[in-house]
Structure formats: structure tokens, C-alpha cells
């Protein structure tokens, strides 16, 4: 017992002399963790790591980490969903059997939850659960996984508020009844706000040790809050103005809950060690940010477009694509979106993963699940780009629009650094003839197949700092391209 003990102290010992991840102060386009500049790259499972007691998120993290990826995203139980009905997702990690399902809050003795077993006390924590989240957190660590802790979600519809712990059907503590969902994210919700803020201070509290997290306010406030900022295609006779072609933001009673809860997280951390990057949900798709919550540093984007990061640059804050997954189960799509936005300058890429479920953490699980993929293929084919990514120097990377003068029948993103570092994307089919302005001299890289891996040397690539033109290798679905000029 006394060895085990020592283990533990140890090990706590570790995690707390460990700095959180940060921007990095040389580039806050990117991360810094582990001394190390560090872009966010992953394909990970629905959320359900820690409130769904059925699910081995050690083989799951084992997984992550074979795969070279360093991401994964927590929805630690605000927010739950149903069997088989939440967004038709058939074995849903964050929905598991109501009698099963392990939140932050201790059951009662009166029986009457809505998916099954006693109600929760809101007012009494459950260990149980804190020991799980420490234990998830601490083995993600030790992964090189880093967390997004999604504090609050929206609501979507009453199958998902049916089952809140927030409904006053659901527990003992006499919230406010007959709350509308679209309520319960903003600051006239009753009694429910004192509540959250009690939930949200015991989370930061629980998490501050840990290295490895990131609060994010609230996943997809534009969904019960939104507020049409732009289209994607103006062009459309119908449902212009109508998803998957709207650019919703958040409304004003949204974020003015969501300051009141960044409040909250920096006023408990003021009194603690750590102090951890907080991430806004923004909007889908693209769009330039007006304000930002104060105290936010990464900004997220769900099914995102590359031109998120153009956009929005210039802040000098990291631009996340935090989710993508609605595109059926082809990996193609879901790899071209990763390295575009990436390429782009991006400083995250996360993908829902369907193939993640109970009794197959190993991320092997191929039968239809939901709307989006998920694949072993795929994962590998992400830490492909992670691997790509390493071997920058992420640092002094950043976004060159004028670096490819001309790329014939695809589309080009590219990054480039001050010592002659240049790295890019094409989207599209191949061969392809690309022009490029690369200041003189002499340069050897590589192409690289997105697909399988595979690197075609490139050694004697020379510049007179007018344009050169060369052919691309034949490709579907993109190829990528480092170059580094030789110094001599």
C-alpha cells in the first residue's frame, strides 16, 4: 500500500510540474507543450470517454497514440444523449444505457431519471466519476494526448434536454421547472446558473493539475442561439439562409452566459497553479470574428472551411477545426478538409470517429454508426500529416500566398518559413504543372502521397529566384510537397 501510495504522489508530482499547453509565444498560430511547437491532430471518438463507464478509454488512447495523434475532445456530463436517436448515431459513446450513464453528480435514493435509474442530487459530487475523469486525464498525458474539455453543449431538441440533469424531472434539487432548452445556456434560467457555476468550478478545480486540457465554453452555441451572419452560396434560389448553407453565430444571451462562464474558470484558476487555454465555438463553416470572450485564446470552427484561419489570422490566436464529421463514411473527404486547413495555417484538425465504440475502442468497429467515417485507414492517413507537420519548423511557419504563382486544375495552400522552408498542399487531381516564387538557390524535399505514405526524394531543385515551374507526380485526392533550401 505504501508503494502504491508513493506511485501515486509521484506521479501527481509529475503532472504538476508539467506547464499547461499554451500558444506558443513565438507563433501563437500553434501550440506550445512539452517545449515543443505543436499543431493538434486527430480522429477521435464522440465524447463518451469518462460519463460512459462501458467504454476503455485506455485502449482507446493506446489507439490515438499508435495512430501519431495527439487530440481528443471530452463532453464531461452537462450534456448527455439517447440511445440510438441522438443525430441517428446507432452505438454512441455519449449515450449510454440512462442506469449507466456516471456524471458528476452523485445518484439519489428516488428513482425516476428519464433514461433509466435514480435521479441525480445536484448538490452532492460523485467520486466515483472524479476518479475516472483524473484517471482519463492522467493517462491522456501520459499518451501526448491533449483534452478539450467541452464544459457546456447546446441542447438540440427535447430528446437530448429529456434526459439533462439539468430538467427538473431529473433531480432532486427543485430546479427551475418548466425551463425552456433554449434557456438553459444563458443567464435566465433560474436557479440551474448557480448550479452550473458550482459544476464548472469543480471541473476547472478537479482538471488543474493536469497539463494536458483546454476548457472550451460551450460546443455549437449557435445551435439553440443562432444568429444568420452570412451564407455560404448566395447564389442558391432555395434554402439560402438555411443549413448546411447558413453561417450562424451565437446571439447575445448566449455570450453573455458564455463570459459569465469564462469568468468562472479564471476566477477559480486565479486561486489555483495552472492556468489553462479557454476555446470559443464561433460559428460552422467560416466567417471573420467580430469580438472574442474575454480570455479566449483558440477559436473554434466546426465543419470548417479553410478560409477560417485566412479570415482570421490576423488575431493571432489559434484557429481550430474542432469538428468535422457529416459527410458520410468516405475517408477522402475528411483527409482533404485536415490538410487544406491545416496548410491553410490552421493549428487543429478533429474528426469525428464513428469506427469508436463500445467493445471496439480500438477504433475497428466498420459497421454504419452515424453520419459520419471514421477508419483505421484513416487515422493513419492523419498521422501522415502529423508526421509532415513534426518535421517543420512550425515555429517560423506561416501562411504564403505568393510562394505558388499558379497551380494547373487544383487548389494550393501553403506554408513557408523565414530560412527557406517551404511546405504545401494541393487539392484536386494530378499531375498538375505548379509554378512557384522561391527565392534563390538550391533546394531537395519530397513529394508525398496523402494516402499510403509513400515520399518521392526531390534533390536538385534549383531557383535563380524568377519562377520555376516543375510537374507534379500523378495523385487523386491531394499531394503534398516539402521543400528546404540547402545552405551551403
Not at 493517462?139 to 464544459?151: D, F, M, T, Y
Request: glycine share 8%.
Amino acid at each position: 500500500m505504501k508503494i502504491a501510495a508513493l506511485a501515486i504522489a509521484l506521479c501527481s508530482l509529475s503532472i504538476a510540474a508539467q506547464a499547461p499547453i499554451q500558444l506558443d509565444p513565438k507563433n501563437p498560430h500553434y501550440f506550445l507543450y512539452n517545449n515543443k511547437t505543436t499543431a493538434l491532430v486527430t480522429s477521435g471518438e464522440h465524447y463518451g470517454s469518462v460519463i460512459n463507464p462501458d467504454f476503455n478509454f485506455h485502449r482507446y488512447l493506446d489507439t490515438l497514440q499508435a495512430d501519431g495523434l495527439n487530440y481528443t475532445r471530452l463532453f464531461p456530463g452537462s450534456y448527455v444523449e439517447v440511445p440510438a436517436q441522438s443525430f441517428g448515431i446507432k452505438r454512441n459513446t455519449i449515450a449510454p444505457p440512462g442506469d449507466r450513464v456516471l456524471l458528476p453528480w452523485a445518484r439519489s435514493t428516488e428513482p425516476g431519471y428519464a433514461g433509466g435509474g435514480n435521479k441525480f442530487d445536484l448538490t452532492q459530487w460523485d467520486q466515483q466519476y472524479f476518479e475516472r475523469l483524473h484517471d482519463f486525464l492522467g493517462e491522456a498525458q501520459r499518451h501526448g494526448v491533449i483534452v478539450e474539455i467541452s464544459l457546456f453543449s447546446s441542447q438540440y431538441g427535447e430528446v437530448q434536454w429529456k434526459v439533462s440533469p439539468f430538467n427538473a424531472a431529473n433531480n432532486v434539487n427543485q430546479t427551475t421547472a418548466a425551463l425552456d432548452l433554449n434557456h438553459v445556456n444563458t443567464l435566465e434560467n433560474g436557479n440551474v446558473l448557480a448550479l452550473q457555476e458550482r459544476y464548472v468550478r469543480k471541473l476547472v478545480h478537479e482538471a488543474n493539475a493536469f497539463p494536458n486540457v483546454i476548457f472550451e465554453l460551450q460546443n455549437e452555441p449557435w445551435s439553440d442561439h443562432p444568429q444568420l451572419e452570412s451564407v455560404i452560396n448566395p447564389y442558391l434560389f432555395t434554402g439560402r439562409d438555411q443549413y448546411p448553407n447558413s453561417v450562424e453565430v451565437a446571439d447575445s444571451d448566449s455570450i453573455a452566459w458564455q463570459s459569465r462562464v469564462a469568468q468562472w474558470i479564471t476566477s477559480e484558476e486565479a486561486q489555483l497553479p495552472h492556468h489553462h487555454l479557454i476555446a470559443q465555438g464561433y460559428s460552422n463553416f467560416r466567417l471573420s470574428v467580430r469580438t472574442l470572450i474575454d480570455g479566449v485564446s483558440v477559436v473554434n470552427f466546426h465543419y470548417a472551411y479553410p478560409e477560417a484561419v485566412t479570415l482570421n489570422y490576423g488575431l493571432g490566436e489559434a484557429i481550430a477545426y474542432d469538428e468535422t464529421g457529416f459527410l458520410g463514411r468516405s475517408d477522402d473527404a475528411y483527409r482533404r478538409q485536415a490538410w487544406n486547413f491545416i496548410l491553410a495555417g490552421g493549428s487543429t484538425f478533429d474528426g469525428l470517429d464513428y469506427s469508436f465504440t463500445v467493445g471496439f475502442e480500438d477504433g475497428t468497429d466498420k459497421e454504419p454508426n452515424g453520419p459520419g467515417g471514421g477508419s483505421v485507414a484513416f487515422r493513419k492517413q492523419l498521422g501522415f500529416l502529423q508526421e509532415f507537420l513534426s518535421a517543420l519548423p512550425l515555429a517560423d511557419m506561416h501562411p504564403d500566398y505568393a510562394v505558388v504563382a499558379h497551380a494547373g486544375g487544383v487548389t494550393a495552400h501553403a506554408l513557408s518559413s523565414s530560412k527557406g522552408v517551404v511546405a504545401i498542399y494541393l487539392d484536386g487531381k494530378g499531375p498538375s504543372g505548379i509554378t512557384l516564387r522561391l527565392p534563390a538557390g538550391d533546394y531537395r524535399g519530397e513529394w508525398l502521397n496523402v494516402v499510403t505514405g509513400e515520399a518521392i526524394p526531390v534533390t536538385n531543385l534549383k531557383s535563380t529566384g524568377a519562377e520555376t515551374t516543375l510537374e507534379t507526380p500523378a495523385f487523386d485526392n491531394g499531394i503534398a510537397f516539402r521543400l528546404t533550401r540547402v545552405l551551403y
